[in-house]
């Protein structure tokens, strides 16, 4: 009978892990830290474990780059506020004040809160906004819904100049058109632009359901794997719908554009990231060419 030491598990997983940390050392990985994410778990704890997994990415040699989003929290302030949502095909109405309370909540809240949760592990993360070094070009999406914005273009100088000096960069997704009018960016959309004009290797959604399904009702209907020439049908059956749209529209202009591989997966597990990325099962959805 072979002998179980203690710690063999733990060394086993180091080595099915290491294949992969070379891999993806000095690559590009963006992840879309989702508003409900960070809602989900009890909210302190899922917030750490996420910076832990950051901060190990950046300890074995990968660039991590973070995009979030906000929604829920965005909801709860105007909720507070006594201001009204009102939704549009899933994306919220965004009058003047709507966009003032959005980028009061994206800059001066759920950015600072990441940026020091992963800087309690030491100083590597910045927080910026597309605001900042013409990161995001914004135009209007739709007069219906205001200041919600759509990306023209991405310039993403100053995420590489980060990088270049071992900062994590911490983005977020409020961008700007060409006479300085602020917009409100669906966060999904944008870390799909972000990771194709950095020529990331992979983009990764941490939401709060465990991939994309084929019954969104039943979590064993978990598919594993998509590639582009099934994506259309997902969309077309209604298979995918609602907030997973955005996602796996930006997983698939992601890979069109050249970033290997493309996942989907929920934030609120403990160090789900790590699992997905370092590991030969995975934990989420994989979109591929």
Do not use: W
Not at 207 to 225: C, E, F, K, L, Y
């Amino acid at each position: 009978m072979t002998q179980h030491s203690p710690g063999s598990d733990s060394a086993a997983i180091l080595v099915e892990a290491l294949p992969y940390i070379q891999e993806f050392r000095g690559r590009i990985v963006v992840v879309k830290y989702g508003g409900n994410a960070l809602a989900g778990a009890s909210e302190d704890d899922a917030l750490a474990s996420f910076a832990e997994d950051i901060v190990l990415l950046h300890a074995v040699g990968i660039l991590p780059v973070v995009v979030h989003g906000g929604g829920p929290q965005i909801g709860e302030m105007l909720a507070k506020l006594g201001m009204k949502s009102e939704f549009v095909e899933g994306l919220r109405v965004t009058d003047a004040e709507t966009l003032e309370v959005a980028r009061m909540v994206l800059k001066g809240q759920v950015n600072p809160n990441i940026v020091s949760a992963l800087n309690v592990h030491g100083p590597i993360a910045v927080g910026i906004s597309g605001e900042d070094a013409n990161l995001i070009t914004a135009s209007s999406f739709s007069e219906a819904l205001g200041f919600v914005g759509q990306v023209e273009a991405i310039d993403p100088s100053i995420v590489n100049r980060l990088l270049a000096q071992d900062l994590v960069p911490v983005i977020a997704t409020i961008g700007a058109d060409d006479l300085g009018q602020a917009y409100n960016i669906n966060a999904d959309t944008v870390a799909g632009a972000l990771a194709a004009a950095l020529g990331a290797e992979k983009l990764i959604f941490l939401t709060d359901v465990d991939g994309i399904r084929s019954d969104a009702s039943d979590p064993s209907s978990r598919i594993n794997q998509i590639t582009l020439e099934q994506a259309p049908g997902l969309f077309a059956d209604g298979t995918v719908s609602g907030g997973m749209i955005p996602k796996l529209e930006a997983c698939v202009h992601a890979v069109e554009a050249g970033v290997a591989r493309a996942h989907v997966l929920d934030g609120r597990n403990p160090h789900a990231l790590l699992v997905e990325l370092f590991t030969d099962a995975g934990v989420g959805t994989m979109v591929r060419p």
